[in-house]
């Protein structure tokens, strides 16, 4: 059973940098994809962006390209998302997900319990 735990939400001003951390275990298939998704206040879930595990190719939505990066570590079974350039409707629920491949629209096996991010302008 695939596991996520995120870890690194918290409160940050608008312009400012955070990091977001998950770390996975029990991940059995050599196809693998380790994704985010947030979830605004009253708003629907989106997709942030995603990673093959086995490459490092990423996919990231629009509204964060050029903002925010996704990497893996495969020693240490972790993937950051490094969120830079904060703007207040970045604030969400960040879920960190995973399936054995990336499908749009995005639907998950596996979710991580989510963190808070919080962006004060």
């Known amino acids: 059973q695939v596991q996520l735990v995120e870890s690194g939400g918290g409160l940050v001003q608008a312009g400012n940098s955070l990091k977001l951390a998950c770390a996975v275990s029990?991940?059995?298939?050599?196809?693998?994809?380790v994704g985010w998704m947030r979830q605004p206040p009253g708003k629907e879930r989106e997709l942030v962006g995603a990673?093959?595990?086995?490459?490092?190719?990423?996919y990231y939505a629009d509204a964060v390209k050029g903002r925010f990066t996704i990497s893996r570590d495969n020693a240490k079974n972790t993937v950051d998302l490094q969120m830079n350039s904060l703007k207040s409707e970045d604030t969400a629920v960040y879920y960190c997900?995973?399936?054995?491949?990336?499908?749009?629209?995005?639907?998950?096996?596996?979710w991580g319990q989510g963190t808070q991010v919080t962006v004060s302008s």
């Open positions: 990673i093959e595990w086995s490459d490092g190719t990423t």
């Open positions: 997900v995973a399936d054995r491949k990336l499908v749009l629209p995005p639907k998950f096996t596996f």
């Open positions: 029990g991940r059995t298939s050599s196809r693998f994809v």
